[in-house]
């Protein structure tokens, strides 16, 4: 790594950036490109044929060896196969260093070992994938050297979705026609482009390699299965935004240059709530964009730690009892001259454009709750969400004092004549400058919280990615929008059909804002008294894929088929139950192999104390109690491990589905915990030097 350096002059050096193109590439090439960039214009061949030899040569010269098509299966992860630019040896035995219009636009990895959910048979296992050239392409160096890696969609054979982009893109198509239908009719004509943008706060832990490799759960599920909490936990509040120590910030240093060479923005670094907690947060872009490097930042947390002798934790709850990660999504509209639709201005009420925005975007998310909760359902999130530390289960939106206000004014008045503003604030000390005040303060326990000039939703997890909670934004926001365009663009007084619709739907959907305490009970019980879903787990969240509303809404913007949306729920419950069995027999294993055998030992050390103790003539007390509760644990310990080694296979007999998945949930996972009680027990009496693994407290306060 370099000394010090400016940031500008390395930022988005690897990247084959609007600037490089604008620099290699042949002028009318380049506007041609820029017209299927900005319009979706179809790409000629004959361009994609130049861009490929010039993006070819500015990789060589960046070190490049190999290309790669870079998707994003279903599988969670993002998948690559490395081609390397040499052609066959001529007769002279040299070879040249080629890379075609053809490779750039189009691969076909074996599709047969992605997961599909029934849309293609293994027997035909064409899949495409296709450059996305709204993304760019760029050059990653790692162990491997450096690779050409180029953001593609990934579908099958008929053209159906494999992957998280495809959709993610036609929910953009989507919202953009509706945007764009919008904002004409409040007389914008200058505007010719509106697109989502996304800022995604990502957290994650991280602790000691060495330790980690100790943990066969860490190794194989990514996150603790046993262990007893420390006597010290996150309850002092010392480690949020606390100074960072000097092994992280060293970390924190090469994630951003590395980053930066890949023009992702990195912009925010902190210690988190928990020990050993971090976050990073880019600038915001593009969803699209957003999106391929919110993976690429994952990714490279995790091979930099590696290089720091560290491994980063992605999952949502490492560490039971302790805060879990999560990655706050940040969303906003905004045209290609740069207006914000969610910027509210300083007198909101007068805006009546940013009020139907708004009004729009309540009534997507009160209808569509259940589809918003699904798109962060995943495997690790269940841990997180509703058990007090995350937003809960329940989608509810909050709106702040100001707007809450203008909204009480428009429903019990039908009339919005005044704002509150923030005013000054008052520290009490005169040498302080006088800060003007936001006008509505922080809830940090909704799960969409309005926050200035764009939504906050905080239920993703941390490993998941962002592709699913933008694609389900995007389209029912876009679903409202039309609706309203549909109504307004026949009314004949348009100010007051638009001040009606805006009052309607501020009346009819005010049930989904709450600007309480997200984490109270009350809350549950209000919710469930205002009718909405609390859907508590991803297997319960999984259905609403397939509702005829969502099926309605994904195919009326051609974002998901039907058959598409089957296909994920199949995926989505294989998923689901593959994860838990995988928790189940790495329980299994550590018990069996490291826990019943360590606790043996210690009660043998404890047998033999007892005997030579009482053969020398003085009393056990002790030794004798511990014996007795060790002895105990442990075959409470034995008994629910049988339990968990018999309902493991019975789930792995059943077919795969939803009732599968139902029975990992409700049978496996709760034997499990049953399984965990005496171990976690167990490690507060065992000797330490015999508990066969690194505790809670030498992972998360000793990295
Ligand atoms: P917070 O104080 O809530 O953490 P920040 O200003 O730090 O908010 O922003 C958090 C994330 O939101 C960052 O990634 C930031 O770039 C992003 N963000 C800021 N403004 C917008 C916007 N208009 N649209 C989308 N994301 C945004
Ligand atoms: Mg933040």
Redesign the pocket.
């Known amino acids: 790594m370099s000394e010090y350096y400016n940031v500008a002059d390395i930022f988005g050096q690897n990247v084959f950036s609007d600037k490089v193109m604008q620099e290699r590439l042949p002028k009318k090439v380049y506007k041609e490109l820029k017209k299927t960039i900005d319009g979706g214009k179809d790409l000629d061949p004959m361009v994609a044929e130049v861009v490929a030899e010039a993006m070819k040569q500015w990789a060589i010269e960046k070190g490049a060896t190999h290309y790669t098509h870079w998707f994003q299966p279903l599988t969670g992860v993002t998948a690559e196969k490395h081609d390397s630019f040499i052609t066959a040896p001529r007769a002279d035995g040299t070879i040249l260093m080629e890379f075609s219009g053809k490779e750039l636009i189009k691969g076909e990895p074996d599709a047969s070992s992605f997961p599909s959910g029934g849309l293609r048979a293994t027997f035909e296992a064409r899949g495409y994938t296709a450059w996305d050239c709204t993304s760019p392409a760029f050059v990653r160096e790692d162990a491997a050297g450096a690779i050409l890696c180029i953001p593609t969609a990934f579908c099958s054979y008929t053209g159906e979705a494999l992957d998280l982009k495809t959709p993610l893109l036609r929910s953009m198509q989507a919202i953009n026609t509706q945007a764009m239908r919008l904002i004409k009719l409040f007389g914008n004509t200058t505007s010719r482009k509106v697109t989502p ?5 990502q957290e994650y832990f991280l602790v000691d390699a060495e330790k980690f490799e100790q943990r066969k759960d860490l190794i194989y599920t990514g996150r603790t299965l046993f262990g007893a909490m420390p006597p010290k936990g996150q309850e002092l509040d010392d480690h949020y935004f606390g100074t960072i120590r000097q092994r992280i910030a060293s970390f924190m240093r090469q994630v951003n240059e590395e980053l930066w060479k890949l023009g992702v923005s990195a ?2 670094q902190h210690n988190e709530v928990a020990p050993a907690q971090h976050e990073l ?4 872009a593009e969803a699209n964009v957003a999106v391929d490097h919110n993976q690429i930042i994952m990714q490279t947390l995790k091979r930099v730690a590696c290089q720091h002798g560290m491994k980063c934790l992605l999952h949502e709850k490492p560490f039971a009892g302790v805060n879990g990660s999560g990655k706050h999504n ?3 509209i905004t045209t290609d001259d740069g207006i ?1 639709l969610l910027e509210p201005g300083k007198t909101p009420h007068e805006n009546i454009q940013f009020l139907l925005v708004l009004a729009c975007i309540m009534k997507a998310v009160d209808v569509h709750a259940d589809l918003l909760r699904e798109s962060a359902a995943d495997v690790g999130n269940d841990h997180r969400l509703g058990a007090n530390e995350a937003p809960p289960a329940i989608i509810s939106v909050f709106l702040g004092e100001q707007l809450q206000d203008v909204m009480a004014q428009l429903i019990s008045t039908g009339n919005a004549t005044s704002s509150k503003s923030g005013g000054v604030l008052q520290t009490g000390v005169k040498t302080l400058p006088d800060l003007f005040k936001d006008a509505t303060d922080r809830n940090r326990t909704s799960p969409f919280a309005f ?1 200035g ?2 939504f ?1 939703f905080r239920m993703v997890g941390s490993r998941d990615s962002i592709a699913s909670p933008n694609i389900v934004l995007n389209t029912i926001v876009a679903d409202a929008f039309c609706e309203a365009c549909d109504l307004l663009e026949k009314s004949e007084d348009f100010d007051e059909a638009v001040h009606d619709l805006i009052k309607k739907y501020l009346t009819d959907h005010q049930r989904i804002v709450f600007n309480g305490n997200g984490y109270s009970e009350a809350w549950v019980e209000e919710a469930e008294r205002r009718g909405l879903p609390n859907i508590k787990s991803m297997v319960d969240a999984i259905p609403s894929l397939v509702t005829e509303k969502a099926v309605d809404v994904f195919g009326k913007f051609g974002v998901f088929t039907r058959a598409e949306l089957e296909s994920r729920v199949e995926i989505k419950y294989e998923n689901y139950a593959k994860a838990i069995n995988i928790e189940a027999r790495t329980m299994i294993d550590m018990a069996s192999k490291q826990i019943i055998p360590a606790v043996i030992k210690y009660t043998k050390s404890l047998a033999d104390t007892v005997i030579a103790v009482k053969a020398a003539g003085a009393d056990t007390p002790v030794q004798s109690e511990l014996l007795a509760e060790s002895s105990d644990l442990l075959s409470d310990t034995k008994v629910a491990l049988a339990k968990l080694i018999d309902v493991t296979d019975q789930a792995a007999a059943m077919p795969e589905g939803r009732e599968q998945s139902v029975y990992c949930h409700d049978v496996v996972m709760s034997v499990m915990e049953e399984l965990r009680a005496p171990v976690d027990k167990l490690e507060m009496i065992v000797d330490k030097e015999m508990w066969p693994m690194p505790s809670y407290g030498d992972l998360i306060f000793e990295v």
């Open positions: 943008s996304v800022g995604p706060e912009k925010t947060a880019p600038i915001y940040n969303w906003s914000n926050t000039n764009k906050e």
